[in-house]
Protein backbone atom coordinates (compact mmCIF):
# COMPACT_ATOMS: atom_id res chain seq x y z
CA UNK A 1 0.00 0.00 0.00
CA UNK A 2 1.23 3.49 -0.75
CA UNK A 3 0.55 5.15 2.14
CA UNK A 4 0.65 8.95 1.02
CA UNK A 5 0.39 8.24 -2.94
CA UNK A 6 -1.02 11.04 -4.51
CA UNK A 7 -1.04 11.89 -8.46
CA UNK A 8 2.53 14.08 -7.34
CA UNK A 9 4.44 10.58 -7.15
CA UNK A 10 3.29 9.86 -10.85
CA UNK A 11 6.30 9.38 -13.07
CA UNK A 12 6.97 11.22 -16.38
CA UNK A 13 4.46 10.09 -18.90
CA UNK A 14 6.22 11.87 -21.59
CA UNK A 15 6.35 8.94 -25.20
CA UNK A 16 3.34 7.43 -23.38
CA UNK A 17 -0.01 7.40 -25.03
CA UNK A 18 -3.77 7.08 -22.49
CA UNK A 19 -7.52 7.19 -23.52
CA UNK A 20 -10.04 8.06 -20.69
CA UNK A 21 -13.22 7.37 -21.48
CA UNK A 22 -16.21 9.79 -20.57
CA UNK A 23 -13.22 12.07 -19.56
CA UNK A 24 -15.87 14.96 -20.33
CA UNK A 25 -16.52 15.63 -16.48
CA UNK A 26 -15.76 14.89 -13.02
CA UNK A 27 -13.88 11.88 -12.48
CA UNK A 28 -12.94 10.90 -15.92
CA UNK A 29 -12.08 14.75 -16.54
CA UNK A 30 -9.63 15.08 -13.45
CA UNK A 31 -7.73 11.30 -14.92
CA UNK A 32 -7.48 12.63 -18.04
CA UNK A 33 -5.79 15.95 -16.50
CA UNK A 34 -3.41 14.40 -14.25
CA UNK A 35 -2.16 12.07 -17.18
CA UNK A 36 -1.63 14.82 -19.46
CA UNK A 37 0.01 16.89 -16.60
CA UNK A 38 2.81 14.10 -16.43
CA UNK A 39 3.58 14.32 -20.03
CA UNK A 40 1.31 11.66 -21.54
CA UNK A 41 -0.23 11.75 -24.88
CA UNK A 42 -4.10 11.58 -24.11
CA UNK A 43 -7.21 11.13 -25.45
CA UNK A 44 -10.94 12.35 -24.48
CA UNK A 45 -13.03 10.01 -25.61
CA UNK A 46 -16.39 11.40 -25.36
CA UNK A 47 -20.16 10.88 -26.33
CA UNK A 48 -20.60 14.46 -27.28
CA UNK A 49 -18.64 16.95 -29.43
CA UNK A 50 -19.61 20.29 -27.89
CA UNK A 51 -18.94 18.76 -24.69
CA UNK A 52 -15.69 16.93 -25.09
CA UNK A 53 -14.19 20.35 -26.75
CA UNK A 54 -15.55 22.29 -23.70
CA UNK A 55 -13.47 20.00 -21.80
CA UNK A 56 -10.20 19.65 -23.81
CA UNK A 57 -10.35 23.82 -23.49
CA UNK A 58 -10.33 23.24 -19.72
CA UNK A 59 -7.96 20.86 -19.39
CA UNK A 60 -5.51 23.30 -21.56
CA UNK A 61 -6.34 26.14 -19.31
CA UNK A 62 -5.28 23.99 -16.27
CA UNK A 63 -2.18 22.12 -18.02
CA UNK A 64 -1.35 24.35 -20.83
CA UNK A 65 1.50 22.33 -22.13
CA UNK A 66 -0.62 18.93 -22.34
CA UNK A 67 -1.11 17.43 -25.29
CA UNK A 68 -4.39 16.29 -25.48
CA UNK A 69 -7.17 15.70 -28.40
CA UNK A 70 -11.08 14.74 -28.30
CA UNK A 71 -12.15 11.30 -30.25
CA UNK A 72 -15.78 10.59 -30.12
CA UNK A 73 -16.67 7.91 -28.57
CA UNK A 74 -20.64 6.88 -27.91
CA UNK A 75 -19.97 3.67 -26.00
CA UNK A 76 -23.62 2.82 -26.06
CA UNK A 77 -23.33 1.87 -29.92
CA UNK A 78 -20.67 -0.86 -30.88
CA UNK A 79 -20.87 0.98 -34.22
CA UNK A 80 -19.01 4.29 -32.71
CA UNK A 81 -16.44 1.83 -30.27
CA UNK A 82 -15.35 0.21 -33.80
CA UNK A 83 -15.46 3.85 -35.52
CA UNK A 84 -12.89 5.14 -32.57
CA UNK A 85 -10.75 2.33 -32.35
CA UNK A 86 -10.24 2.47 -36.23
CA UNK A 87 -9.67 6.35 -36.18
CA UNK A 88 -6.96 5.94 -33.03
CA UNK A 89 -5.28 2.85 -34.77
CA UNK A 90 -4.79 5.19 -37.58
CA UNK A 91 -3.06 7.77 -35.99
CA UNK A 92 -0.95 5.85 -33.04
CA UNK A 93 1.37 2.86 -33.08
CA UNK A 94 0.73 1.82 -29.51
CA UNK A 95 -1.52 2.51 -26.48
CA UNK A 96 -0.16 2.64 -23.18
CA UNK A 97 -2.92 3.51 -20.73
CA UNK A 98 -6.88 2.76 -21.49
CA UNK A 99 -8.93 3.87 -18.61
CA UNK A 100 -12.31 2.39 -18.61
CA UNK A 101 -14.08 5.18 -16.93
CA UNK A 102 -16.87 6.22 -18.41
CA UNK A 103 -20.81 4.79 -16.43
CA UNK A 104 -24.17 4.98 -15.98
CA UNK A 105 -26.05 4.63 -12.96
CA UNK A 106 -29.62 3.83 -11.60
CA UNK A 107 -31.39 5.09 -15.27
CA UNK A 108 -34.76 3.06 -16.34
CA UNK A 109 -33.99 0.28 -18.78
CA UNK A 110 -32.98 1.42 -22.12
CA UNK A 111 -31.46 -0.09 -24.69
CA UNK A 112 -28.22 0.66 -26.53
CA UNK A 113 -27.91 1.12 -30.59
CA UNK A 114 -27.51 -2.90 -30.26
CA UNK A 115 -30.28 -3.22 -28.36
CA UNK A 116 -28.44 -4.47 -25.15
CA UNK A 117 -29.11 -2.98 -21.67
CA UNK A 118 -27.76 0.18 -21.25
CA UNK A 119 -25.74 0.28 -17.75
CA UNK A 120 -24.59 -3.39 -19.05
CA UNK A 121 -24.00 -1.78 -22.24
CA UNK A 122 -21.98 1.41 -21.41
CA UNK A 123 -20.36 0.46 -17.87
CA UNK A 124 -19.28 -3.11 -19.08
CA UNK A 125 -19.90 -4.26 -22.91
CA UNK A 126 -18.93 -1.12 -24.66
CA UNK A 127 -15.47 -1.28 -22.56
CA UNK A 128 -14.84 -5.31 -23.13
CA UNK A 129 -15.38 -4.08 -26.52
CA UNK A 130 -12.97 -1.18 -26.92
CA UNK A 131 -10.68 -3.08 -25.15
CA UNK A 132 -10.62 -5.67 -27.43
CA UNK A 133 -10.69 -3.03 -30.84
CA UNK A 134 -7.56 -1.59 -29.34
CA UNK A 135 -5.71 -4.59 -28.55
CA UNK A 136 -3.33 -4.78 -30.97
CA UNK A 137 -1.68 -1.30 -29.94
CA UNK A 138 -1.88 -2.33 -26.11
CA UNK A 139 0.67 -5.51 -27.23
CA UNK A 140 2.27 -2.90 -28.96
CA UNK A 141 3.57 -1.46 -25.80
CA UNK A 142 5.45 -3.23 -22.89
CA UNK A 143 3.49 -2.84 -19.60
CA UNK A 144 0.32 -1.22 -21.06
CA UNK A 145 -2.50 -0.90 -18.52
CA UNK A 146 -6.00 -1.85 -18.82
CA UNK A 147 -7.89 -0.28 -15.81
CA UNK A 148 -11.65 -0.64 -15.64
CA UNK A 149 -13.71 0.84 -12.68
CA UNK A 150 -16.02 -1.24 -10.31
CA UNK A 151 -17.69 0.47 -7.27
CA UNK A 152 -17.56 -0.47 -3.16
CA UNK A 153 -21.01 -0.90 -2.89
CA UNK A 154 -20.84 -4.71 -5.01
CA UNK A 155 -18.98 -6.06 -1.97
CA UNK A 156 -22.58 -5.75 -0.40
CA UNK A 157 -25.08 -5.87 -2.86
CA UNK A 158 -25.61 -7.34 -6.56
CA UNK A 159 -25.04 -10.37 -7.95
CA UNK A 160 -23.82 -11.37 -11.47
CA UNK A 161 -26.04 -13.39 -13.09
CA UNK A 162 -24.45 -15.19 -16.50
CA UNK A 163 -28.14 -16.09 -17.55
CA UNK A 164 -29.33 -12.69 -17.23
CA UNK A 165 -26.77 -10.59 -18.08
CA UNK A 166 -28.98 -7.57 -18.98
CA UNK A 167 -31.59 -8.21 -16.38
CA UNK A 168 -34.63 -9.65 -19.27
CA UNK A 169 -36.37 -11.26 -16.25
CA UNK A 170 -36.70 -8.54 -13.71
CA UNK A 171 -34.93 -5.24 -13.99
CA UNK A 172 -34.44 -2.99 -11.15
CA UNK A 173 -31.73 0.10 -11.72
CA UNK A 174 -29.40 -0.47 -9.22
CA UNK A 175 -28.75 -4.14 -9.43
CA UNK A 176 -27.79 -3.99 -13.36
CA UNK A 177 -25.73 -1.20 -12.16
CA UNK A 178 -23.96 -3.51 -9.52
CA UNK A 179 -24.27 -6.23 -11.72
CA UNK A 180 -22.04 -4.76 -15.30
CA UNK A 181 -18.97 -3.34 -11.93
CA UNK A 182 -18.61 -6.75 -11.07
CA UNK A 183 -18.75 -7.73 -14.89
CA UNK A 184 -15.91 -5.32 -15.20
CA UNK A 185 -13.91 -7.39 -11.84
CA UNK A 186 -14.59 -10.75 -13.73
CA UNK A 187 -13.15 -9.10 -17.09
CA UNK A 188 -10.12 -7.35 -15.16
CA UNK A 189 -9.19 -10.68 -13.67
CA UNK A 190 -9.87 -12.70 -17.25
CA UNK A 191 -7.72 -10.07 -19.26
CA UNK A 192 -4.69 -10.73 -16.26
CA UNK A 193 -5.07 -14.32 -16.85
CA UNK A 194 -4.76 -14.35 -20.87
CA UNK A 195 -2.23 -11.96 -21.30
CA UNK A 196 0.06 -12.48 -18.24
CA UNK A 197 3.33 -11.72 -19.98
CA UNK A 198 2.25 -10.67 -23.26
CA UNK A 199 -0.26 -8.33 -23.57
CA UNK A 200 -2.05 -5.54 -21.35
CA UNK A 201 -2.29 -5.87 -17.75
CA UNK A 202 -5.93 -5.84 -16.53
CA UNK A 203 -5.93 -3.80 -13.61
CA UNK A 204 -9.49 -2.78 -11.51
CA UNK A 205 -10.37 0.68 -9.56
CA UNK A 206 -12.93 2.44 -7.69
CA UNK A 207 -12.81 5.67 -6.33
CA UNK A 208 -15.01 4.99 -3.11
CA UNK A 209 -17.64 7.74 -3.15
CA UNK A 210 -16.20 10.99 -5.05
CA UNK A 211 -19.06 14.04 -6.27
CA UNK A 212 -19.80 13.92 -9.14
CA UNK A 213 -23.03 13.43 -11.53
CA UNK A 214 -23.19 9.35 -11.11
CA UNK A 215 -26.05 9.07 -8.66
CA UNK A 216 -28.00 12.48 -10.73
CA UNK A 217 -28.17 10.82 -13.92
CA UNK A 218 -31.34 8.69 -12.96
CA UNK A 219 -33.05 10.79 -11.40
CA UNK A 220 -32.80 13.10 -14.11
CA UNK A 221 -34.05 10.89 -16.34
CA UNK A 222 -36.95 10.21 -14.17
CA UNK A 223 -37.77 13.75 -13.51
CA UNK A 224 -37.41 13.25 -10.09
CA UNK A 225 -36.88 16.26 -8.27
CA UNK A 226 -36.99 14.38 -4.88
CA UNK A 227 -34.50 11.98 -5.64
CA UNK A 228 -32.28 14.18 -6.97
CA UNK A 229 -32.39 16.64 -3.37
CA UNK A 230 -31.89 13.27 -1.48
CA UNK A 231 -28.79 12.00 -3.00
CA UNK A 232 -27.18 15.11 -2.62
CA UNK A 233 -27.33 14.25 0.93
CA UNK A 234 -24.84 11.45 1.60
CA UNK A 235 -22.42 13.58 -0.83
CA UNK A 236 -22.81 16.39 0.86
CA UNK A 237 -21.96 14.40 4.20
CA UNK A 238 -19.60 11.78 2.96
CA UNK A 239 -18.10 11.95 -0.81
CA UNK A 240 -14.61 13.16 -1.21
CA UNK A 241 -13.44 16.20 -3.55
CA UNK A 242 -14.27 15.03 -7.02
CA UNK A 243 -9.91 15.55 -7.62
CA UNK A 244 -9.38 13.00 -5.38
CA UNK A 245 -11.82 10.57 -6.86
CA UNK A 246 -9.48 10.26 -9.74
CA UNK A 247 -6.53 8.73 -7.94
CA UNK A 248 -7.50 5.03 -7.74
CA UNK A 249 -7.84 4.98 -11.06
CA UNK A 250 -4.36 6.80 -11.22
CA UNK A 251 -2.87 4.93 -9.27
CA UNK A 252 -3.68 2.03 -10.88
CA UNK A 253 -2.69 3.08 -14.37
CA UNK A 254 1.02 4.21 -12.70
CA UNK A 255 1.95 3.46 -10.18
CA UNK A 256 4.85 0.85 -9.36
CA UNK A 257 4.13 -2.63 -8.49
CA UNK A 258 0.35 -2.68 -9.32
CA UNK A 259 -0.40 -6.27 -9.90
CA UNK A 260 -2.33 -7.92 -12.85
CA UNK A 261 -6.03 -8.75 -11.96
CA UNK A 262 -6.15 -7.06 -8.76
CA UNK A 263 -8.36 -3.82 -7.59
CA UNK A 264 -7.05 -1.06 -6.28
CA UNK A 265 -9.16 1.63 -4.25
CA UNK A 266 -9.34 3.62 -0.90
CA UNK A 267 -8.23 0.67 2.05
CA UNK A 268 -10.10 2.44 4.58
CA UNK A 269 -13.80 1.91 6.52
CA UNK A 270 -15.92 0.34 3.78
CA UNK A 271 -13.60 1.27 1.30
CA UNK A 272 -14.98 4.60 1.05
CA UNK A 273 -11.86 6.65 2.23
CA UNK A 274 -8.28 5.95 3.22
CA UNK A 275 -5.34 5.61 1.29
CA UNK A 276 -5.02 3.98 -1.78
CA UNK A 277 -4.20 0.51 -2.14
CA UNK A 278 -5.09 -3.31 -3.13
CA UNK A 279 -8.22 -4.23 -1.94
CA UNK A 280 -10.10 -8.21 -2.02
CA UNK A 281 -12.23 -8.47 -4.81
CA UNK A 282 -15.91 -9.99 -3.43
CA UNK A 283 -16.37 -13.47 -2.54
CA UNK A 284 -19.17 -13.77 -4.89
CA UNK A 285 -16.84 -14.00 -8.03
CA UNK A 286 -14.37 -16.07 -6.71
CA UNK A 287 -14.53 -18.93 -9.09
CA UNK A 288 -12.50 -19.47 -11.76
CA UNK A 289 -14.78 -20.33 -14.04
CA UNK A 290 -16.58 -17.07 -14.34
CA UNK A 291 -13.74 -15.73 -16.00
CA UNK A 292 -14.26 -17.78 -19.01
CA UNK A 293 -18.10 -18.11 -19.19
CA UNK A 294 -18.39 -14.23 -19.35
CA UNK A 295 -15.33 -13.83 -22.04
CA UNK A 296 -16.92 -16.21 -24.44
CA UNK A 297 -20.69 -14.09 -23.95
CA UNK A 298 -19.39 -11.09 -24.24
CA UNK A 299 -17.38 -11.69 -27.48
CA UNK A 300 -20.40 -13.02 -29.21
CA UNK A 301 -22.42 -10.20 -27.98
CA UNK A 302 -19.49 -7.55 -28.87
CA UNK A 303 -19.11 -9.22 -32.19
CA UNK A 304 -15.42 -8.40 -31.06
CA UNK A 305 -13.02 -11.32 -31.13
CA UNK A 306 -9.78 -10.52 -29.14
CA UNK A 307 -7.67 -13.09 -30.78
CA UNK A 308 -8.67 -11.11 -34.23
CA UNK A 309 -5.33 -10.16 -36.64
CA UNK A 310 -3.54 -7.40 -35.94
CA UNK A 311 -4.71 -4.18 -38.30
CA UNK A 312 -2.31 -2.11 -39.61
CA UNK A 313 -1.20 0.76 -38.05
CA UNK A 314 0.32 4.33 -39.32
CA UNK A 315 3.68 5.54 -37.74
CA UNK A 316 2.33 8.66 -35.09
N1 LIG B 1 -18.39 9.04 -8.19
C1 LIG B 1 -18.37 7.97 -7.40
O1 LIG B 1 -18.46 8.03 -6.18
C2 LIG B 1 -18.19 6.61 -8.02
C3 LIG B 1 -18.27 5.48 -7.18
C4 LIG B 1 -18.05 4.22 -7.71
C5 LIG B 1 -17.73 4.09 -9.06
N2 LIG B 1 -17.68 5.20 -9.86
C6 LIG B 1 -17.36 5.03 -11.27
O2 LIG B 1 -16.48 6.04 -11.71
C7 LIG B 1 -16.68 6.27 -13.11
C8 LIG B 1 -16.80 7.76 -13.39
O3 LIG B 1 -18.01 8.21 -12.84
P1 LIG B 1 -18.32 9.70 -12.37
O4 LIG B 1 -18.58 9.59 -10.92
O5 LIG B 1 -17.31 10.65 -12.86
O6 LIG B 1 -19.74 9.89 -13.11
P2 LIG B 1 -20.36 11.08 -14.01
O7 LIG B 1 -20.06 12.39 -13.41
O8 LIG B 1 -21.79 10.71 -14.20
O9 LIG B 1 -19.56 10.94 -15.40
C9 LIG B 1 -19.83 9.84 -16.23
C10 LIG B 1 -19.08 9.99 -17.53
O10 LIG B 1 -19.43 8.88 -18.39
C11 LIG B 1 -19.84 9.39 -19.65
N3 LIG B 1 -20.76 8.51 -20.37
C12 LIG B 1 -22.00 8.13 -19.99
N4 LIG B 1 -22.56 7.39 -20.96
C13 LIG B 1 -21.65 7.29 -21.97
C14 LIG B 1 -21.64 6.67 -23.24
N5 LIG B 1 -22.71 6.03 -23.71
N6 LIG B 1 -20.53 6.78 -24.02
C15 LIG B 1 -19.45 7.46 -23.58
N7 LIG B 1 -19.40 8.08 -22.39
C16 LIG B 1 -20.51 8.00 -21.59
C17 LIG B 1 -20.50 10.73 -19.32
O11 LIG B 1 -20.63 11.52 -20.49
P3 LIG B 1 -21.83 12.63 -20.61
O12 LIG B 1 -21.36 13.81 -19.85
O13 LIG B 1 -21.93 12.85 -22.09
O14 LIG B 1 -23.05 12.01 -20.02
C18 LIG B 1 -19.48 11.26 -18.31
O15 LIG B 1 -18.36 11.78 -18.98
C19 LIG B 1 -17.90 5.44 -13.50
O16 LIG B 1 -17.50 4.23 -14.11
C20 LIG B 1 -18.57 5.16 -12.17
O17 LIG B 1 -19.35 3.98 -12.19
C21 LIG B 1 -17.90 6.45 -9.37
Known amino acids: MAERWTPADIPDLSGRTAIVTGANKNL ?13 DVTLACRRRERGERA ?29 AKEYAAEHTGLDILINNAGV ?33 LKARPGARVVSLGTWIVKMMGRIDLDDLQSERAYDKFNAYNQAKLANLVFTRELARRYAGHGPAGVAAHPGFAASDLQYTGPRMEGSRFQEAFFKIPTRLFAKPTAA ?5 LYAACAPGVEPGGCYAPTG ?28 ISERLAGVSYEAPVPETKEG
Open 28 to 40: GFHTALELARHGA
Open 56 to 84: LTELRRRAPDASVRLGLLDLADLSSVERF
Open 105 to 137: LGIPRLLTADGHEMQFGVNYLGHFALTGRLLPL
Open 245 to 249: GAWPS
Open 269 to 296: LGEIWGPIGRVRTPAKIADPGLGPRLWD
